[in-house]
């Protein structure tokens, strides 16, 4: 019997991947592995926001990133490059009105590397040379893509639109995850965050709700299947013990159809 598809995403992003597995006719499980909330403080993304202008180049890390900047952006400014490192970040961009026909957006070639270090890759960085250049994140994150820049001779600001965080393991969480562990299921784990946060959930599970019935969580999970759209998240999850792994490449379409070839 074919289990769920679960979808660990945060939830804004898991809801509209949701519905198109459900089309497919999968049972679908939401299982958001990190909380997106606003920042404590604004007031640093919005001086950086107010000079949008007076960068070449904008580069956004993530979705999230670009629906909390775009939250205060009405209009994107004429002649200033976006860069973005996935379909799911061109996708959001679209839907705040920036698309390549009016914006210069560049992301890695290869949509299975759709990372920092294949974005520096694609990125003319001798253009750069002296040029400001803004990187808009969470709270925290990789500083591959900064450091890189800098090194070109790139002028960076880095700074923080959202906070995320991996969700505490409440009683209805433990409940949640007893019950997809029960049986196999096809996950997707578009973050290595995330995976690296449910496997400290598990540990956490079996030292506080132990199940002398069920076998260690974290060997459990290690033994279902992992459909992830990026090789850095394959190389976290076979590090952390995962063998079933499917890699897609980045976007939507690469996930789902990676779900039809398991029907």
């Not at 070449?56 to 400014?77: C, E, G, L, T, Y």
């Amino acid at each position: 019997m074919t289990g769920a598809v679960v979808i660990t995403r945060p939830l804004a992003q898991a809801r509209p991947l949701a519905a198109r597995v459900a089309a497919l006719g999968r049972e679908v499980e939401l299982l958001p592995l990190l909380e997106i909330a606003p920042l404590r403080d604004t007031a640093p993304l919005l001086a950086a926001l107010a000079r949008l202008a007076d960068y070449s180049m904008v580069a956004f890390v993530s979705p999230n990133a670009i629906d909390a900047a775009f939250a205060h952006i009405r209009q994107w400014p004429a002649g200033v490059k976006l860069a973005v490192l996935g379909e799911g970040s061109r996708a959001a961009l679209a839907a705040h009105g920036v698309t390549p026909d009016t914006v210069d957006i560049v992301s890695p070639a290869d949509s299975a590397h759709s990372d920092s270090e294949h974005l520096l890759q694609t990125l003319d960085l001798a253009a750069l040379a002296g040029r400001p250049v803004l990187i808009i994140r969470g709270e925290s994150g990789r500083e591959l893509m900064a450091d890189g820049l800098r090194a070109a001779g790139a002028v960076v600001d880095v700074v923080p639109a959202y906070r995320r965080s991996v969700p505490p393991l409440t009683p209805a969480l433990a409940a949640t995850l007893r019950r997809l562990l029960a049986r196999q299921n096809d996950w997707i784990v578009t973050s290595s965050e995330a995976l690296r946060g449910l496997c400290d959930l598990l540990a956490k599970l079996d030292i506080e709700h132990p199940d002398p019935l069920q076998q260690n969580s974290v060997v459990l999970m290690q033994q279902q299947h992992l459909i992830v759209p990026h090789t850095r998240i394959a190389e976290t999850a076979n590090n952390l013990g995962f063998s079933r792994l499917t890699l897609t490449g980045s976007g939507d379409e690469r996930l789902l159809a990676a779900l039809q070839s398991r029907l």
